[in-house]
């Protein structure tokens, strides 16, 4: 069982920087980290959960609302992503989780999350 583990957040001020963490464990033989899509999910109180940021063998992905302030990237080799957060705003506090995904032919994907790791952006 694949298991995620963010790490990274807490309380920045508005203009401020963090960067998120998130370490994957527990591929079995024949399954890789590499052979995943890892994305950034944030959840913001009382709505639903939203893609912020993806990366794959395809390439890279933003949502509109963080695109040019947030950079995802990924180290095969230490099994973790990153997602480096500059310019951070209110509107960013959110619980922010870590998704890895990978299709199976014929089969159900593998599909992980992490506990998520709370980004409050407040003066």
């Known amino acids: 069982q694949v298991q995620l583990v963010e790490s990274g957040g807490g309380l920045v001020q508005p203009g401020g920087s963090l960067r998120l963490s998130c370490l994957a464990s527990?591929?079995?033989?024949?399954?890789?980290?590499?052979?995943?899509?890892m994305r950034w999910y944030r959840q913001m109180p009382g709505k639903e959960r939203e893609l912020v940021a993806k990366i794959s063998g395809i390439g890279i992905n933003y949502a509109d609302a963080v695109n040019g302030r947030f950079i995802i990237s990924r180290d095969n080799d230490k099994s973790t992503v990153l997602l480096q957060m500059n310019n951070l705003k209110p509107e960013d506090t959110a619980v922010y989780y870590c998704?890895?995904?990978?299709?199976?032919?014929?089969?159900?994907?593998?599909?992980?999350w992490g506990q998520g790791t709370q980004v409050t952006v407040s003066s």
């Open positions: 998704n890895a995904y990978r299709a199976r032919p014929f089969n159900a994907p593998y599909d992980y």
């Open positions: 527990g591929f079995i033989f024949g399954d890789s980290f590499g052979d995943y899509a």
